[in-house]
């Protein structure tokens, strides 16, 4: 795997170890500019990390790891903050401040990294809920919000600053399917009229399969498949065939072959 | 300089040794101080976090400083009165009373009173930002979690411990003449005995002795919750090592402080 112009992120050889235990095993991924790319796989598979490495939130114990041309893997805390600003990271629970309104949570970074009088930061946090589908919130505490909304509302704040990659950690999990299709949709949307690059970390089979470009499967800190959600629904490979089966609407019954 | 390390020990290994747990701790604190102190000297200022903590470390623990020093002074005094007319010494009274309150019992119970009021708040909050990703979200938010969480805190508490400390001085000194005037000691007699036995530096040495405090009992806290794991049960524990080490240091730098400010005098 070699640098290419067009990688938004490239990874290479990602080893992260912690407490004697290895959770990637020498992983490598790639995403180009303007792809959605899912990583599918079970709980403690070691998908989350990855995305943290990728965020640079957490640090590599060995490999590399490249953000537009940058490899922010050796980088400090300190050097690692201009960079942050190309990435958008959507936590699972939102990971929403809950002792501010909606308002100051999407007008935070804006008023932080950028010189802009108060109206304009107000248009752009109004304009960045209205792309979520939210309005009229603003003056909400996280805690008056449902789940879906939560995640509307920390997409809005991850948008706000402009980023070039969007980073989703479950955006599904905890939603009801007519949430969960909405979020769907919204990367979906968000990837073709922006041109975000987006990743996806998800266990739900569905959803990443409806919205990305792209998949690759994880298991035990490996990278165990990879391919087009096409491909990815046709593979042979025992662990991939394995958690479809799972996800499957199959009834027990029907999936033990009785 | 690796700032990170003070919140990225999510799975950090559970040291079985003592001396393993002293020292992480002991390393950790460290680091967040060195971050600290680099954050006070440069960098944004989060004006609005720094107000918001004074008004909590500051205006609303002065009450209840109020009241336990007063409470304190008149013990001080019932004490050192009872004994002290019967052989004719009233006039030691308030000299007593205002001596202890300035070299050890405003601080400490300044200290005390914050560690339990502010020290588990501040400890509660972040690790509950810690354990939701909140802290997460903030570094990839490109804010530093230091910068916006720790020196805030820091700074309204070395600003805000010694307003304290004379406030407590102040309300400890005023218990014990109420108390006086019941051994019939006159308002005039107690006010000369402070002239008398406490010098300007007893004051001042106290107030020193709350601006240790409180980077002790700030630093700690943030520390504590900054490095919480693993969910609510996390938080609790965060929050309940918070005071008792912040307490536990506070008593032991008292000792060091007391040796170096008052004994050689």
């Known amino acids: 795997m070699k640098t290419n112009s067009t990688d938004a992120i490239l990874v290479k050889s990602l080893v992260y170890a912690v407490n004697g235990t290895t959770i990637l095993k020498g992983v490598d991924f790639r995403a180009a500019y303007g792809e959605i790319v899912g990583i599918m796989g079970a709980s403690g598979s070691g998908k989350t990390t990855l995305l943290k490495c990728i965020a640079g939130l957490l640090r590599p114990t060995a490999g590399e790891v490249w953000i537009e041309g940058v490899n922010i893997a050796p980088l400090s805390e300190r050097e690692k903050m201009p960079l942050r600003l190309r990435l958008g990271i959507v936590f699972q629970y939102a990971a929403l401040f809950d002792y501010m309104t909606v308002y100051e949570n999407v007008a935070f970074g804006l008023e932080r990294h950028r010189r802009l009088p108060r109206s304009e930061i107000a248009r752009i946090v109004k304009e960045r809920l209205a792309w979520v589908g939210l309005e009229g919130v603003e003056h909400l505490y996280p805690s008056q919000l449902s789940g879906g909304m939560r995640k509307r509302v920390g997409l809005a704040r991850a948008l706000a600053l402009d980023p070039h990659i969007v980073l989703f950690d479950e955006p599904t999990s905890g939603l009801d399917p007519v949430n969960a299709y909405q979020i769907d949709r919204l990367i979906h949307r968000l990837n073709r009229e922006l041109g975000l690059t987006a990743v996806v970390v998800s266990h739900d089979v569905t959803s990443l399969f409806r919205t990305t470009d792209r998949i690759v499967v994880i298991d035990s800190g490996q990278i165990v498949e990879e391919g087009t959600p096409e491909a990815i629904r046709q593979s042979e490979h025992p662990k991939v065939q394995a958690f479809l089966r799972m996800a499957s609407t199959e009834s027990l019954e029907e999936q033990a072959g009785i | ?255 060091f402080l007391a040796d170096a400010l008052f004994a050689r005098r």
């Open chain 2, 1 to 255: 300089m690796r700032e990170e390390l003070v919140w990225q020990d999510e799975e950090a290994p559970q040291r079985a040794s003592v001396a393993g747990v002293v020292l992480e701790f002991i390393g950790g604190l460290t680091l967040l101080l060195v971050a600290s102190v680099r954050g006070l000297l440069a960098g944004r200022k989060e004006w609005r976090e720094m107000l918001h903590q004074m008004a909590f470390i500051g205006a609303t623990s002065a009450p209840i400083v109020v009241l336990t020093s007063a409470f304190t002074g008149a013990v001080i005094t019932l004490y050192s009165a009872s004994l002290l007319v019967r052989v004719g010494g009233g006039s030691f009274v308030g000299g007593a009373t205002a001596l202890a309150m300035a070299r050890e019992l405003a601080p400490i119970l300044t200290g005390i009173m914050v560690t339990a009021r502010c020290g588990s708040a501040i400890a509660a909050q972040l690790g509950t930002m810690k354990i939701t990703e909140q802290i997460d979200a903030l570094r990839a938010l490109a804010v530093s979690p230091v910068q916006y969480l720790v020196v805030p805190r820091l700074i309204a508490g070395l600003l805000m411990f010694p307003l304290l400390g004379a406030i407590a001085n102040f309300a400890g000194v005023l218990g014990g003449g109420v108390v006086a005037t019941a051994f019939e000691i006159s308002p005039f007699t107690y006010l000369r005995s402070i002239q008398l036995f406490v010098e300007p530096f007893d004051f001042i040495g106290g107030l020193i002795k709350t601006l240790v405090f409180a980077l002790i009992i700030i630093m700690v806290s943030c520390h504590q919750g900054l490095s919480a794991r693993g969910g609510a049960v996390g938080v609790g524990h965060a929050t309940t090592r918070a005071v008792v080490l912040s307490m536990v240091l506070v008593f032991i730098a008292n000792y």
